[in-house]
């Protein structure tokens, strides 16, 4: 089983992608090493404080970890996980 994990993280370049939904709304969570990154799954994204908020609630339910060190980009959040070490 350790063997399969590892061969589909060597085959995705280290990226894991998760799935989530946070008040109605789909995320793609992008995980690479301590780096995470939130794309809403819509065509058009209004950057509000709820927005961010909803991206941030999204990070926490696919890792369990809180994002830090914050890059807001026009449609998605980019940052590094608070506990790496869990993933």
Excluded: W
């Amino acid at each position: 089983m350790k063997a399969l994990l590892l061969a589909a993280l060597l085959a995705t370049g280290g990226k894991v992608d998760h799935f989530v939904k946070v008040d109605g709304a789909r995320y793609r969570v992008t995980v690479k090493g301590d780096e995470v990154t939130v794309n809403k799954k819509a065509t058009f994204v209004r950057l509000t404080i709820k927005e961010r908020d909803a991206q941030r609630q999204a990070v926490k339910q696919a890792t369990g970890c809180d994002i830090v060190d914050e890059l807001p980009n026009t449609a998605k959040l980019t940052g590094k996980l608070s506990c790496p070490e869990k993933l």
